[in-house]
């Protein structure tokens, strides 16, 4: 088991430039969520999809904020335009919900930073 | 609203002594997950144990293992024969399981293990 990939580990770009960040979720996984850690706000959900489709996208900050999944195993988030207050570090997590195994998985994430 | 305490943002443990970090939460209801997570410096978030509320019988996971006390809604970790890889921090995570996909973290307790 790969666990889950993310991609790039690090980007750096400048403020109003787009921003993609790609999450594969663990293989057999239905639940996947995006989170931001920041030191000011500790770790928040962005979105969670739930076989593939979004339910609940709350959390995500602004209109410049949109996530995808357009099948079982490929997520993005994408940022559009970047403001330097979106550095950050972005993880995708999934789980295998409604079957009995609450377990989350992380990925190693990818650090933003926007200048 | 579901909330997690971590009281103690940072701790330091003596290579090979036992260490306990604290955990409490709030919560009306009477069956849910309470997790640890470690977070290394290389960023990625790690299951360390896991509780389910309706077993009486704590987790343990080799060095790790939890004194869950539900009526208390305390919910600690200890982590026996500390080794410099335990240096991280930590995060108490709690989820109400169901169709509540949340997980609420609490803000980390920072663990250092010196030689």
Redesign the interface.
Known sequence: DAGVIQSPRHEVTEMGQEVTLRCKPISGHN?L?WYRQTMMR??E?LI?F?NNVP??DSGMPEDRFSAKMPNASFSTLKIQPSEPRDSA?Y?C?SSR?GQGD????????T?LSVL | AQTVTQSQPEMSVQEAETVTLSCTYDTSESNY?L?W?KQPP??????VI?QEAYKQQNATENRFSVNFQKAAKSFSLKISDSQLGDTAMY?CAY?S?GSN???T?G??TLLTVNP
């Open positions: 639940s969520f500790g770790l959900l969670y739930n339910i609940d570090v993880f997590a919900r609450e377990k989350l998985f992380f990925g190693s994430g650090q | 997950y997790f997570y290389s960023r990625q978030m790690i299951l896991r995060f989820n399981g996909y949340k997980l973290f803000k980390g």
